[in-house]
Every structure is written in C-alpha cells, then in structure tokens.
C-alpha cells in the first residue's frame, strides 16, 4: 500500500517538471487512496527530498440528516405543511399531523407561522392559508441546492444564507487539511531507498561501497526499556524496612499465610469464644482443616493458663478445646508470627536473648469490602523482648519509627487487646488532611501470653502493628484501596508511581 501509494505519488510528478498535486485530498479519492495514508507518504517521501509538499485547508460545509433528507424531497418542511394547508383550505392540526406527519408538521408549523403565511382561526383552531400561494417559494430548497451546486465550497452561499442554515442545524462549516504536493529537490521517478543497516551480505558482496546509507538520527528516542516495576506498596515496603532495619530489628519468617488457631488465637490468650474467631470474621480452611502438630507441652501450659489461668491470673474459666485450637484459618495478623518467634526465642539454645523483630506481609479478615477494606492486607508488626522495658519504651519506639516516616505528633488512647495490657491505639497527625488519624495499635503483651512461653519473668515483650495500606495511600494520594490493590489497579500508575522516601525527621 506505502510503495503503491508512493510510486502514484512519483508518476503522476514525473508528468513534467512543473507537475503538482494541487490538493491531496480529491487526489487520493481518484486514485482510491486512503488520504491519512497519502499524507504519511508525502511527508517520507518530502524528508528524503523527492517531493516538496504545502499545506492547504479548505473550508466547505457538511449538511446535516435534515438537510439531506430536505434535498432528497425536494421540498422543505415549511412548504410542505403551506401545500396541505392551501390544498385543504382549512384543516385542524390532528388532519395535519396525519397528512404530512409530526416532524415535518411541527418544523413546518413553526416556519408557516413566523413567515406569517398560514394563521389559526379563532374559533375552529383550524389552520387557514394568510398569503396567496403564488406569493411562497421554497427558500431553503433554493439554498441547498446552490450549496449543492457550488460544491459545498464557502463561497457558494451568502453569510446570512449560511449563518440561517447553521442556526437551523441544517449545515456545518468543516476545516479540512490537506497538502499541494510538487517535485522536491531530489526528484526521481522511483524511490531508491537508503540502508539503515549495514549487513554482512553487504559486506560480503562488497555491495557496501555503492550502498546509500540514511544518516544517523541522533535525535531519535531510544526504545523504552520494559523493566520490571515495584508496586507501591512494595516501594513503601521497601522504605519501612529499611527504617526497622536501621533500627536494629530482624525481619520474621512470615511466608506462611496459613496458620493454625492455636498460633493464631490461643497463643495470644485469645478465649476461644472470642467474637473475632467467628467464620464472620475469620477465613477458616477447608482442607487441610486442621494442623497436625503444636509443641505438647507448651500447648498444655496454654490450655491451663485459658481454663485456670497462673501467674496472678485466674484464667478465662472455660473448657479450653483441641479441635478449636487445631483449626487452620488464613492468619488475622502477623502476631501470629510474633508468638512463633517469642517461644522460639524462649526455648532456644543458651536460653533467652533480648531481640527486636519486624515483619511486613499480608494477613486476612472476612470483611465487607468497601473503599476503605479488603479481605486481605498487610500489616507491619514490630515488637521488643528485654528484661524490664516499660510503656515509656514502647512510647518511645513507637515515636521513633513515626519520626522516621515524617510523622511526628502522636497521640496514644487506651483501647483492648486480649493479648496486650496496657494496650494503645496511635493516632498520627496528618498535616495535608489536618487531621488525627488512626495509624496503628500496640501493647505490651500480658504475662497470660509470656508466661506459658517460659519466657524469663522479668521479660516484658512491647509490640505494635498497623496496616500498610494506609501510609501508602496517604503517600501516593490514593483515595479507594481498590485502586492501590486487587484486580483493579492501573498498571500504568504502577509504572509510572515515583520512589517512596519519607522525610525522616530523625
Ligand atoms: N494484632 C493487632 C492487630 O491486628 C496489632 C497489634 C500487634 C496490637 C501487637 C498490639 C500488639 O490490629
């Protein structure tokens, strides 16, 4: 089609020197081109000199379906109700309608009555001729077709023609651009195109010397690199980590979404009739149901600290049971794992050691998904184990991550954990929204949960987790948490979303 295209283009200049296309449009009708493809050839044929191309616009006028339909008819609306309204003598506008129809009644009813050519009799309401009928002609009629005839130029009628049609939405004025196309410096009749590459056969047959080569375009845009994108979840992620890493706390192995309730609930002194292991909040799992194993004796000294409690507690006073601890359910948070470690931590060889630990990853609640929930979402977790912190060394961690992350007012209020006493939710203030925001939840975690672990008494564990989500949308300025993850994520924001750094304060 290009090479059809430009040889037309070529032969029809190689008429004489002072050949020209004088408008590519009608031309690519003649010659049965597509004119956008015309126009593609002229200007690569004019970059390598062969054609010298102007541009042209023409203005002519488009009609509409009405005018179509008046110039098919021959007869304008107005006319055509005068006619039935002369021919009738009087007639009532229901006999109108079904003589010439309710569209070309309604416009021709209009026109009639501005042109004062028919009136309504007082009484009757009948529809009576004013003027003799010698004294109508059909203007409108007249004035398309002279557009008609002068080719819809826009010189072919007056302004005032023009400006009464346009308000009647009969016709249109249309730019069109197009190109007068004559020989151009480098004229030939056959395009000989320039190698963009040298090739061995080139070289080979020495065909390399006599070879024209197109000269390097040095302002050509490299091709787009299709790298691999972080999702910005995973570049929020990325800085979190840092800062915790910076901190001094160890990543948690948390590749396991699965876990049983015991790790779940019963290790965190979580009564297993607490509302929050209802199926409606919890995603239990069907096969395998149940776990196989958990440590015996640990799980024995749960079970009693539940039934009777230990430690100068007295317990939850209930029927502790294996079955509930065994079933398996897509972990609800990340202290799942905070649990694992710390009884690791207190069963490991040459016993306890002061740690730090962190970990970033997804977790899953059944709930009613809205702009603001999902069933699945990621939290951040971090807790300290050491002999004697107090809720002044949660405090203080806990301002020292937000000032790593720019925010540095906080506000503490009592809440409830079942697993934490004195337990605090955080709220951050956010300067762009101005105003106080939930950011997080945190506690020490009780003896209940500590002392079953055999954790050294004078240990005290302080934690806090709070969802990634949300410093994520406040950081990328995303309003509905579908948009940042889920199926309906735009891939290109994924590409395009800039790194995340936060303005740490300290
Ligand atoms: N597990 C809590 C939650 O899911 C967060 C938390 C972690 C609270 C550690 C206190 C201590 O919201």
Redesign the pocket.
Known sequence: MADACENAVLTHLSQSPDAVISDTFPWSEENGFDHGAVVGCIKSLEVDGYVAAESLSTSFYTLSDEAEGILANGISQEIAVFNAIVAAGSISEADLIAAVGKDVAKIGMGKCMQNKWIQKEKETKSLVPAVAAGDVKDEIVEQLQALREGKFAEDAISSEVSKALKKRKLINLTIRKSMKVARGPSYAPVRKRKAADLTKEMLETGAWQTTEFKPYNFQAFGEKVGGGYLHPLLKVRAEFRKILLEMGFAEMPTNKWVESSFWNFDSLFQPQSHPARDAHDTFFIKEPASTVSVPEEYYERVKTMHEVGGSGSIGYRYDFKREEAFKNLLR??T?AV?SQMLYKLANQEGGFKPARYFSIDR?FRNETMDATHLCEFH?V?G?VADYDLSLGDLIGTIETFFKKIGITKLRFKPAF?P??EP?MEIFGYHPDLKKWTEIG???M?RPEMLAPMELPENVRVI???LSLERPTMIKYRIKNIRELFGHKVDMGRTRTAPVCRFDSQA
């Open positions: 609800t948070h202290t905070s977790v939290q977790e807790l954990n697993y934490t337990s939840n945190s506690g975690f934690a806090w987790g």
